[in-house]
């Protein structure tokens, strides 16, 4: 979203295991856990039970929130 605003990232690099030992000294492991480790999710039998499939892709889907974002803000 930064990028299609034309805004730097503003990233910090910090390992998985930095962000869950300092999570875990706030008491918050586990939240830090589902944020850091892997996800995946295969939609495959959603989109075949639903029947539905997006008409547009991801990118497209950001560029087009970014520009009705800008057209409320002015």
């Not at 999570?23 to 995946?40: H, K, M, P």
């Not at 939609?43 to 499939?53: F, I, K, N, P, V």
């Amino acid at each position: 979203m930064r990028s299609a605003l034309s805004r730097p990232a503003r990233l910090l690099a910090i390992s998985p295991r930095t962000l869950e030992a300092a999570a875990a000294l706030a008491g918050q492991r586990e939240r830090a856990r589902r944020l850091t480790r892997s996800l995946e999710v295969d939609s495959t039998d959603a989109a075949r039970e639903l029947g539905w499939t997006a008409q547009i892709g991801f990118a497209a889907a950001v560029e087009d929130m970014v520009q009705a974002y800008r057209q409320t803000a002015e």
